[in-house]
């Protein structure tokens, strides 16, 4: 029977999906877990790797492929690899019974993938069993509602062209619109295809856990609907929970499920995510929060958490608020206000430390950031470059609510001050040079800003490259958040052009540390 025969066969059909829910293979919102998850083990860093890039770069090559995966992971923090397989979810480059492989449909096949299963290299197979030699614990990275599809040709799969229904289209979120191929979850043929996906990696392949990337991506069901639909979520993640729950009994070792969510409970819920629900039914081990910003609420998921010993990570990705890569200065400053916050350790995604998918630039201290990440301590000794910014960005397609706690860009009010809040959660040894920088887009050469910091003026500003820049005592700032107070002076009533605050950076020059 052919892909396409076979997935039409059971996915296509509402019938089968009622005659699980009669028989209970379905679990209800209410029902629990077979058991609990228990106390997963602790990482200092996970990368999540996209498979794509990788084995793009590779060009076939299984032993460059491998290199370019694993090389950069040697001596570091990382602990665990989440790897997905560079498909997106909904096809596979691996051998799958359930899903079609990549480009099939499109007669645009990744002929290595190919190649590699036919010499007995599956992908899966091998990442799980190199992964194993370096005492790396791996898990399956399943984009749940990827949407690369949209305008990869060679990524649409069949079931998408015969189910047009299934896809939401393009709606109107708050002002975000959708991509065209996101997946509505309401309709019982696509939670049925992720499980099906699910149960076979876990039959096939020695995974340590699986990650299901709900940020891969939202939304999944249509506008104002997401709140009466979030428990078909719940349940898919119940029936999914029990599932890894019986392979890890056969195995007689756990299988930890991670999820990848929104920045913030608000936007979890307004995404349709019962996040509270997930860890009430204890049906997670771990949680990674947010995709491109800055301000992730890191303490309201650890109070939620903490109590279930359910382990939390602060993703580090600097797009879409406008830092992409992220600069090794702000990507040190930003692990340092997570791990003070009380993260278990930092989450690694869009992550490129193999040199030939960005410039050689990025490439080096990318990695060599791997090696300090994961502990704070070491990490504020040896990065000389801190810098704490105020998170800045809007939201961007297939991350609606993703962004909530995003201040800037903002206007300058004409007639009070406009407060930014800027979290730097670091003590900073003596000598440091210390300064605030900020960007004011539309600000006049006749203009002047009044700013505070904490109730205290900052003064001495200098402008340079559109920026203004001032120097700040350590004695200025407070470990946490930080309150800055920015006023035109005077005030300019009526004035023609707006002036909007573009950015707001704490840059920090540490001595050097000790050799």
Known sequence: MSVRARAASWVGSYGLVATLLASGLVWSNGAPAAEPPGKAKRYRVIFNCDGHAVAKDAQGDLGQWLENLFGPLAESHVDALFWCDGAGGNTANYDSQV??????????????????????????????????????????????????????????????????????????????????TSL???????????????????????????????????????????????????????????HLTQRAAERGRPIRLAVRVDESLKSCRLNGFEVSRWIELGLIDMIAMGSGVMDIQVEEFKALAAPKEIQIYPCLYGWPSRYSPVPAALAAGLALNYHAQGADGIYLFNWF?????????????????????????????????????????????????????????????????????????????????????IEVDGLQSEDMLAVTCNGTPITGWQRSKGRLQAKIGAAQLRFGVNRVGLQLVPPATGAATPRTVTALELHATQPAAAP
């Not at 030699?133 to 305008?151: A, G, P, T």
């Not at 499980?195 to 940020?215: A, H, S």
């Not at 991350?399 to 809040?421: F, M, R």
């Open 353 to 437: 430390p193999h040199t030939k998918n960005n410039s050689e630039s990025t490439g080096p201290y990318q990695t060599g950031l791997l090696k300090l990440l994961g502990d704070p301590a070491v990490l504020q000794r040896q990065q000389q470059q801190l810098l704490f910014a105020a998170d800045r960005g809007r939201p961007q397609r297939a991350y609606q609510y993703n962004w909530l706690h995003c201040v800037l860009p903002e206007k300058l009010p004409v007639d009070k001050p406009l407060e930014v809040a800027l979290r730097a959660f670091a003590r900073f040894p003596e000598r440091t040079e210390l300064s605030l920088q």
């Open 99 to 180: 899903l079609e492989r990549t480009g099939a449909r499109a007669n645009l096949p990744r002929t290595y993938i190919d190649r590699w299963i036919a010499e007995g290299n599956d992908p899966p197979a091998v990442v799980v069993r190199e992964a194993k030699k370096r005492q790396i614990d791996v898990f399956y990275s399943l984009r749940f509602n990827d949407i690369h599809d949209s305008f990869i040709p060679d990524e649409m799969p069949t079931f998408k062209v015969e189910h047009p229904e299934w896809m939401l289209g393009e709606q109107d979120y708050d002002g975000v619109k959708s991509f065209k």
């Open 184 to 242: 509505n979850f309401a309709f019982p043929g696509v939670r049925e295809l992720k499980f099906r996906t699910v149960e076979e990696l876990f039959q096939k392949y020695d995974f340590d856990g699986l990650e299901i990337d709900f940020l891969r991506g939202a939304p999944y069901f249509l506008p104002g609907t997401e709140s009466q639909n979030a428990p078909l979520l719940t349940q898919l993640l119940t029936r999914i929970r029990r």
